[in-house]
């Protein structure tokens, strides 16, 4: 059962352009949304993160938009580079009697053509 | 500081083969986990330890997986015997404490045939 639904599967975007790629969930336990990119043959990297209680956060070409009545939060790539090509995950963090476990979307191919 | 080291990059068996993976966690890192990423999909989480203890391993297929963590330092993840499904990479990650940022290793990726 996938707990966080993630689109689009793939996105090519040009140089200098705005990738965009939407998340949605169910779980109102959800309590912590990270972002993570991975380039092929590497494990994923935290790139930026957010928590319920924020509408929005920014870090450098990097914003997180959150919309918590909607239960949808979203990526934005300003100013996309070539270098910016990677796989991008959504996450979501629930806490439980078992532990803290982190449900990741299915991920978005991103690439940015010079 | 160094990484989440993981071994070997790869492997390649024949279904119900037994294969195993190690992992070194980020020096004073408490929480080790262990993920399932098959490909075109996100990571799965399989098991997640709290210094040598088991925190979650309800993802785990306990008939075939196991996994051990000793002295809260270094993991290892085994596969007994191996089916053409638990073709993935297998993603270590460790944190300094369970709410913390995790940080992931290169992966193993296995191959069964």
């Known amino acids: 059962q996938q707990q966080v639904k993630q689109s689009p599967q793939s996105l090519i975007v040009q140089k200098g352009g705005i990738s965009i790629i939407n998340c949605a969930y169910e779980?109102?336990?959800?309590?912590?949304f990270p972002w993570y990119q991975q380039f092929p043959g590497k494990g994923p990297a935290l790139l930026i993160a957010?928590?319920?209680?924020?509408s929005e956060k920014k870090e450098g070409r990097f914003t997180i938009s959150f919309n918590k009545s909607a239960k949808q939060f979203s990526l934005h790539i300003m100013d996309s580079q070539p270098g910016d090509s990677a796989t991008y995950f959504c996450a979501a963090l629930v806490v439980s009697n078992s532990g803290y476990a982190l449900n990741f979307g299915k991920g978005t191919s991103l690439l940015v053509t010079p | 500081e160094a990484g989440v080291a993981q071994s070997p990059r790869y492997k390649i068996i024949e279904k119900r083969q037994s294969v195993a993976f190690w992992c070194n966690p980020i020096s004073g890192h408490a929480t080790l986990y262990w993920y399932q990423q098959i490909l075109g999909q996100g990571p799965k989480l399989l098991i997640q330890?709290?210094?040598?203890?088991?925190?979650?391993d309800s993802q785990l297929p306990k008939d075939r997986f196991s996994a051990e963590r000793l002295k809260g330092v270094d993991s290892t993840l085994k596969i007994q015997p191996a089916k053409l499904e638990d073709s993935a990479v297998y993603l270590c990650?460790?944190?300094?404490?369970?709410?913390?940022?995790?940080?992931f290793g290169p992966g193993t990726r296995l191959t069964v045939l």
């Open positions: 957010i928590r319920p209680d924020v």
């Open positions: 990650a460790s944190s300094l404490d369970r709410l913390d940022t995790q940080y």
């Open positions: 779980n109102t336990a959800f309590d912590y």
């Open positions: 330890f709290q210094n040598n203890g088991v925190v979650d």
